[in-house]
């Protein structure tokens, strides 16, 4: 097992579409491929966010700019009270900035229609959080399926539940939970919530995976193996993840480091 120091270690990934398609059109020409850098894939511009405290206003966000690389592991490092976690919040459209705006893809997604902005969580992005967030009353397989089910609706997932329980139970296969397919959440250790959380996250095969202190409530080799998995996950799919950590050993082994220090983006 590697240390948390040796986790997420930059290395050689699949190729993005760019890059793909590039060196497709350099082969047809004859010419040799352009050496394209990956695509910014979610951008944000001067992120203002306070809260309200009794009567007064507390700001978090101060005018924060923010990029990640498709197909990387971008890293959010901070202390506690820094607005790291407001800022992934923000981005994942939990919440919306008082200024500012959010890009994905070229689109902006900050003042997306609430149904638009469902579509966008549930079917793009995958989001794990410290405390899990895992139904209490439901299995592990359950919770997997749960987004599906609400992305498809009743019927449309009723015809189609035998291929969602393959692909769940293959996800929960591939992060080692296939013996505890039929567990509460009541019944798994920390670790295994966060497995659980992670293939939930994945199942509806997003193209960013939003991750606040994915490691924060497990002990040093449990979180230690959460670390490799993502980074495997990173590494076999091209996944673009970007990672909340007050953690400087598990951020300097990310691709990028995003530096936050009261509210703000330092160097």
Not at 23 to 44: D, H, R, W, Y
Not at 188 to 198: T, V
Not at 243 to 263: K, S, Y
């Amino acid at each position: 097992m590697s240390n948390v120091s040796q986790v997420l270690r930059p290395r050689r990934r699949p190729q993005s579409a760019a890059q793909a398609k590039s060196e497709a059109a350099a082969q047809t020409s004859g010419s040799t491929p352009l050496k394209i850098a990956n695509p910014c894939v979610l951008e944000a511009r001067q992120l203002h966010k306070s809260y309200r405290r009794g009567r007064n206003s507390v700001p978090v966000l101060k005018g924060c700019d923010f990029r990640a690389a498709a197909g990387k592991i971008t890293a959010i490092l901070g202390q506690s009270g820094s607005g790291k976690s407001t800022l992934l919040h923000l981005l994942g459209t939990l919440d919306a900035p008082d200024e500012g705006e959010i890009y994905f893809d070229g689109e902006r997604i900050d003042n997306l229609s609430r149904k638009r902005r469902d579509q966008f969580r549930n079917s793009t992005l995958g989001m794990i959080f410290q405390f899990y967030h895992l139904l209490p009353e439901l299995t592990a397989l359950q919770n997997v399926l749960m987004p599906q089910m609400i992305q498809q609706g009743f019927w449309r997932y009723f015809g189609n539940r035998a291929e969602m329980r393959r692909r769940a139970t293959e996800l929960l296969t591939r992060v080692g939970l296939e013996h505890r397919l039929h567990h509460k959440p009541s019944e798994l250790s920390g670790g295994e919530m966060q497995r659980a959380a992670i293939a939930r996250a994945l199942v509806s095969e997003p193209e960013l995976l939003l991750a606040d202190e994915p490691t924060g409530n497990l002990d040093r080799q449990t979180g230690t193996q959460i670390l490799d998995l993502l980074a495997e996950l990173n590494y076999e799919r091209g996944l673009t993840i970007v990672m909340v950590t007050h953690d400087e050993a598990i951020a300097e082994n990310c691709d990028a480091v995003i530096r936050l220090a009261d509210g703000r983006i330092s160097d």
